[in-house]
């Protein structure tokens, strides 16, 4: 996808006409590697060659709009109410989230009512608009040390006027949609809804996941926290494995369309023998397939590892015979619920091993909640706060249908039309992959699976 300037374009509300509580600080400062002045942007591609294929004038050249405080600013902090809700499944780091934007929005623009909408979406429904709680610093104060959300999340949809009424109602000009994908798309159709109306008000994403699958971010939040959290269940899993005979470890994670909790959880953990990811197809039978490989590794070294993603091998589910998951069905939100590949692995091969005469033993653990429900680590509790900062400078400067990520290690403002316009994969022939296949030693393929290419032309 060729992106252009004006695709990266972030919409604003009008002109900025009040003076920003930071502009003093901001007086000082010059243009630097940090500190970007309004006007000045952020490249979206970092490479000469990537670069030199536009051959436009710098100024033409695709780039992000920087985040970080301007100097004026379009709201007038006094008159702001300013809404929070977090919908989708849980991330570490959505308690983090929530606490920086009400610290933000308090400490230094001195925004006087905050209002924590419950549940996700449900909670902007004209049944339970009124259930929002009032958000200070006090009241926020030690939420970033604990996992989940406050607020609570769900999945679902909502009339978009009965949200947007909900909005008026209670008086909001700011909502921070902290979400994944479905959240992204949520913000949008809400921005769509408030334009129709002609409202003045902003909405602006915080994009989280632990799948890390959004686009036009280095990584979401939570994701550290995540993959950090599976690796203990990995190094478990095949302590358990080489002290049994014939030991067979598998964990499952999640990773719904994207292997980046299994790609890096086992590369972190450097313990796994076999990785499975959504994007890489996979055979279980034949020569080359995973069956006579995990046969081949039981053999010769007396146990394997074996770490699955979520979404990976789904094609195998009709190869098997299992109705259940072909028709599959999708959850309230809409998002195709997905044949449970561990156990699929779990029964295949202990088939295999047992009819070959090494019956295993099966040390199959799924930890998937366990891994997303917990408090963010370090690392993600400093990205998050900063996020929280970015979404309100954003906010407060009328930006709106945009999301805050960090791109190429800034912090940016991504229309919501992109992030939502694709999602983020591991490349089959990418550097990250590549390292798997260093560390694993797997082969690049399992079987005659097609090629990515013969499934792309298919569907
Ligand atoms: N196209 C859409 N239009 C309006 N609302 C949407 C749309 N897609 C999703 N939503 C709503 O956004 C909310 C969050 O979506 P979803 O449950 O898919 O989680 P998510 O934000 O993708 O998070 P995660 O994937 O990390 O669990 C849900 O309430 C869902 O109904
Ligand atoms: O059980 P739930 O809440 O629907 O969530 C499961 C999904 O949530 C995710 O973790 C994304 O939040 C996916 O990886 C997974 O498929
Ligand atoms: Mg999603």
Redesign the pocket.
């Known amino acids: 996808m060729t992106l252009h300037l004006d695709d990266l374009r972030v919409r604003r509300l009008g002109e900025c006409r009040y003076d920003s509580p930071f502009s003093e600080m901001l007086s000082t400062k010059q243009t630097s590697p940090h500190y970007v002045a309004e006007g000045d942007r952020v490249l979206l591609e970092d490479t000469v060659s990537m670069l030199a294929e536009h051959s436009l004038p710098p100024g033409r050249v695709p780039s992000f709009e920087a985040a970080g405080p301007r100097r004026k600013i379009y709201f007038d902090p006094a008159r702001v109410t300013a809404g929070i809700i977090t919908?989708?499944?849980l991330?570490p780091g959505l308690n983090n989230v929530i606490r920086g934007l009400v610290q933000e929005l308090t400490v230094h623009y001195k925004v006087k009512r905050i209002l924590g909408f419950r549940n996700?979406?449900q909670g902007l429904t004209a049944e339970h608009r009124n259930d929002a709680i009032e958000l200070t610093p006090d009241r926020v104060r030690d939420i970033h040390n604990a996992g989940g959300t406050i607020l609570g999340s769900?999945?679902?949809?909502?009339d978009?006027d009965e949200m947007v009424d909900s909005l008026v109602l209670r008086g909001i000009n700011i909502l921070f949609v902290i979400?994944?994908?479905?959240?992204?798309?949520?913000a949008?159709?809400l921005s769509k809804a408030i334009r129709a109306r002609g409202l003045d008000i902003a909405v602006i994403g915080v994009p989280?996941?632990?799948?890390n699958?959004l686009p036009f971010t280095d990584q979401s939040f939570g994701f550290q926290s995540a993959f950090a959290r599976a690796t203990d269940f990995i190094s478990s899993v095949s302590i358990e494995a080489a002290a049994s005979p014939n030991g067979v470890g598998i964990v499952k994670l999640m990773g719904?369309h994207s292997g980046f909790i299994a790609s890096y959880a086992a590369l972190a953990a450097n313990a796994a023998d076999i990785v499975l990811i959504p994007e890489i197809p996979f055979a279980l039978g034949g020569a080359d397939g995973l069956l006579a490989h995990v046969e081949q590794h039981v053999r010769s070294k007396g146990f394997v590892v074996i770490v699955v993603a979520e979404g990976a091998g789904q094609d195998l589910f009709e190869e098997h015979g299992l109705p259940q998951h072909n028709g599959r069905g999708t959850?309230?939100?809409?998002?195709v619920k997905l044949g449970n590949i561990g156990e699929l692995l779990k029964e295949s091969i202990t088939a295999h091993l047992t009819a070959v005469g090494l019956a295993p033993a099966m040390r199959y653990i799924d930890p998937s909640y366990a891994v997303r429900s917990i408090a963010a680590n370090a690392y993600d509790s400093v990205y998050c706060l900063r996020l929280a900062h970015a979404a309100v400078h954003a906010a407060m400067a009328g930006r709106t249908e945009a999301a805050v990520a960090r791109w190429r290690r800034r912090f940016v403002h991504v229309p919501l039309s992109l992030m939502t316009s694709r999602g983020n994969q591991v490349d089959p022939d990418g550097d990250l992959w590549m390292s798997v296949l260093e560390t694993t030693c797997q082969p690049a393929r399992f079987g005659s699976a097609p090629d990515r290419g013969e499934l792309n032309r298919a569907s």
Not at 208 to 211: M, S
């Open positions: 919908c989708g499944g991330c996700g979406l769900s999945r679902g949809g909502q978009a979400g994944g994908d479905g959240g992204m798309r949520a949008t159709f989280k996941t632990i799948d699958d719904r959850d309230a939100s809409g998002n």
